[in-house]
């Protein structure tokens, strides 16, 4: 199956830092989604985007499934930005839609 | 996007017994995927839950220990049989519930927390 490999696995930045993380997949996939893990366990959907580019105020991602990437963007960081970020892929060509979860990067944002 | 309800939202068990998760969708959706999340690590796929057939365990899962239900197009049980505290983690329901074309997005319930002693 598609492996997932998100880079860096921990992440320190001052509020107002900007930082950008990136999702690396080993096979071609056409579903491929961040998500946000806040403290609190909660997961939210930040971008669905097997390719091109999203922006979603000071987020953005960018995926180049030629070559088996994407990247998060976070401008301009808060505090409220700290948790565990996730990139997760599959390719439906059987309609399987079982998303593989990297192990997540974990970012603290100190004000 | 979809609003998804899970009970309980955590609990504290003995080992040897069982817990039945409740997960609940405000609209009709055709799957509904189960995941496990053990302390400090990654989300995990469990199974996959279409109304009207058995589910689709992944590798290492199976239907005596993890037993779902999925009576209807926007519910959805859990069971965590026979439990050890190996089976500690947070569990939790997801969806499909994009619009469009994008009607893969994911959307994750709050999941339940369970510690078992």
């Known amino acids: 199956g598609i492996q997932v490999e998100q880079s860096p696995p921990d992440l320190i930045l001052q509020e107002g830092a900007n930082s950008t993380l990136r999702c690396n997949f080993s096979d071609s996939v056409n579903n491929l989604q961040w998500f946000h893990q806040n403290p609190w366990g909660q997961l939210i959907n930040l971008f669905y985007?097997?390719?091109g580019t999203k922006q979603n105020g000071r987020l953005s991602a960018t995926t180049v499934a030629t070559e088996r990437y994407s990247l998060l963007y976070i401008s301009s960081s808060q505090t409220t930005d700290s948790g565990v970020y996730f990139c997760a892929a599959s390719y439906s060509g059987a309609g399987s839609y079982q998303l593989t979860f990297g192990k997540g990067t974990k970012l603290s944002v100190i004000p | 996007s979809a609003v998804i309800s899970q009970k309980p939202s955590r609990d504290i068990c003995q080992r040897g017994t069982s817990l039945t998760i409740q997960c609940q969708v405000d609209s009709q959706v055709t799957m509904m995927f189960w995941y496990r999340q053990q302390p400090g690590q990654s989300l995990t796929l469990i199974a996959t839950a279409n109304q009207g057939s058995e589910a689709t365990y992944e590798s290492g899962f199976v239907i005596d220990k993890f037993p779902i239900s999925r009576p209807n197009l926007t519910f959805s049980t859990l069971t965590v049989s026979n439990m050890s505290p190996e089976d500690s983690s947070i569990y939790l329901c997801s969806v499909e519930g994009g619009t469009g074309v994008h009607q893969e997005t994911q959307y994750f319930g709050p999941g339940t927390r369970l510690l078992v002693l």
């Open positions: 985007i097997p390719s």
